[in-house]
T-cell receptor
Framework: AQSVAQPEDQVNVAEGNPLTVKCTYS??????LFWYVQYPNRGLQFLLK??????LVKGSYGFEAEFNKSQTSFHLKKPSALVSDSALYFC????????????FGIGTKLQVIP | ETGVTQTPRHLVMGMTNKKSLKCEQH?????MYWYKQSAKKPLELMFV???????ENNSVPSRFSPECPNSSHLFLHLHTLQPEDSALYLC?????????????FGPGTRLTVT
């Protein structure tokens, strides 16, 4: 069985400061990892993914994430937070073997304070 | 815009009503999905269609009935719903369901069952 955990319900960060949203996962095979963002009254929007290769993945809007196999983590990061980054962030994992459905975390609310 | 549209955006229905949710994707994708999003819970995958064939049904009550007439359109027919079915219903699509492709989500239909 695969699972994903987002240990923080909410993360508060001051505008201009670096931000980190945490995600850990569990899969039997090689993980495919995804980050999505959801703004109010909108659907989820894809930010970035790790499939294979370089552990540091860069995505939309200046976000990046680092795949750490030993810690089974895939934390989302941004060097300088913007107020417009305030939203709900979802980590998701899929087992890379054959067809497996995607499992989403419960989401972390990011609040960037002006 | 993600290339996935959903109508209506908001729906209020009584427990004895019949209504349908519509989803359309303009991305040329082969897989389409219905998800249920409730507060403080992970996204619940309801149905998966691949090349217009239903390939997954995750123990969803029969009061939810999906239909995929072609690869661009997906419907969710609703009848005799319960108040606990009130949620945001999200449609998504992806290139196919077997690979590392990310999903593209519509804005969702906010359903309230009275």
């Amino acid at each position: 069985a695969q699972s994903v955990a987002q240990p923080e319900d909410q993360v508060n960060v001051a505008e201009g400061n670096p931000l980190t949203v945490k995600c850990t996962y569990s899969v039997s095979g090689n993980p495919y990892l995804f980050w999505y963002v959801q703004y109010p009254n909108r659907g989820l929007q894809f930010l970035l993914k790790y499939i294979t290769g370089d552990n540091l993945v860069k995505g939309s809007y200046g976000f990046e994430a680092e795949f750490n196999k030993s810690q089974t983590s895939f934390h989302l990061k941004k060097p300088s937070a913007l107020v417009s980054d305030s939203a709900l962030y979802f980590c998701a994992v899929r087992d890379g073997r054959g067809y497996q459905k995607v499992t989403f975390g419960i989401g972390t609310k990011l609040q960037v304070i002006p | 815009e993600t290339g996935v549209t959903q109508t209506p955006r908001h729906l209020v229905m009584g427990m004895t009503n019949k209504k349908s949710l519509k989803c359309e994707q303009h991305l040329g994708h082969n897989a389409m999905y219905w998800y249920k999003q409730s507060a403080k819970k992970p996204l619940e995958l309801m149905f998966v269609y691949s090349l217009e064939e239903r390939v997954e049904n995750n123990s969803v009550p029969s009061r939810f009935s999906p239909e995929c007439p072609n690869s661009s359109h997906l419907f969710l027919h609703l009848h005799t719903l319960q108040p606990e079915d009130s949620a945001l219903y999200l449609c998504a699509s992806s290139q196919d369901r077997y690979s590392s492709y990310e999903q593209y989500f519509g804005p969702g239909t906010r359903l309230t069952v009275t």
